[in-house]
């Protein structure tokens, strides 16, 4: 399996523009997650979807933030419009559900810079 | 309140010296104790998960182990390959998929 991927791997954006990441879970899990990690903060979760549809979103900063899945084996993440404390590394993360196992699989993750 | 707290951040080891990390952590009830180990400009990687005090899990020269209040990671004889940073995460009982994690422990191994 080629595990979980994303794109791009590094975005340099404007202050105001629009960003969209992309991820692709690991083909069949059920389960995809979005973080964002940054040195004062750690690894933070910003929301998950099971099956398609959000469950938990609580993590996500603020209005300027949102993230789709249209389907099984597609994410987006999109912040609009961007600002300079929204630099950071954004990561993917799949799991399955079952089995009574509960690891995610991270993405190489989309460094993300705003000037 | 920290849910996840790593000790020491960093450690500077000197190849084949043995230590561990530690992971306390403050939860309700824990569904799951993870550690991952992540190298520079790389996602994180999935290392163990552990479910109930007493359970231990091995993985070549890493050691984990769980009690009510925490968890420790044994490195015994690390080598320079060993050095990254390990980060712990818990999951709570009730359901959700949540993972919260620490801010990691940095692990440099010198030949």
């Known amino acids: 399996d080629a595990g979980v991927i994303q794109s791009p791997r590094h975005e340099v954006t404007e202050m105001g523009q629009e960003v969209t990441l992309r991820c692709k879970p690991i083909?069949?899990?059920?389960?995809l997650f979005w973080y964002r990690q940054t040195m004062m903060r750690g690894l933070e979760l910003l929301i998950y979807?099971?099956?398609?549809?959000?469950?938990?979103d609580s993590g996500m900063p603020e209005d300027r933030f949102s993230a789709k899945m249209p389907n099984a084996s597609f994410s987006t993440l999109k912040i609009q419009p961007s600002e300079p404390r929204d630099s950071a590394v954004y990561f993917c993360?799949?799991?399955?559900?079952?089995?009574?196992?509960?690891?995610?699989?991270f993405g190489p993750g989309t460094r993300l810079t705003v000037t | 309140e920290d849910q996840v707290t790593q000790s020491p951040e960093a450690l500077r080891l000197q190849e084949g010296e043995s230590s561990s990390l530690n992971c306390s952590y403050t939860?309700?009830?824990?569904?799951?104790l993870f550690w991952y180990r992540q190298d520079p400009g790389k996602g994180p990687e999935f290392l163990f998960t552990?479910?109930?005090a007493g359970e231990e899990k091995e993985k070549e020269r890493l050691k984990a182990t769980l009690t009510k209040k925490e968890s420790f990671l044994h490195i015994t004889a690390p080598k320079p390959e060993d050095s990254a940073t390990y980060l712990c995460?818990?999951?709570?009982?009730?359901?959700?998929?949540?993972?919260?994690f620490g801010k990691g422990t940095k692990l440099t191994v010198n030949p």
């Open positions: 939860v309700s009830g824990l569904r799951g």
């Open positions: 552990l479910y109930s």
């Open positions: 083909s069949g899990h059920d389960y």
């Open positions: 993360a799949s799991s399955l559900e079952g089995g009574g196992s509960y690891e995610q699989y």
């Open positions: 995460a818990v999951q709570e009982q009730g359901g959700s998929e949540k993972l919260v």
């Open positions: 979807f099971n099956n398609n549809v959000p469950i938990d």
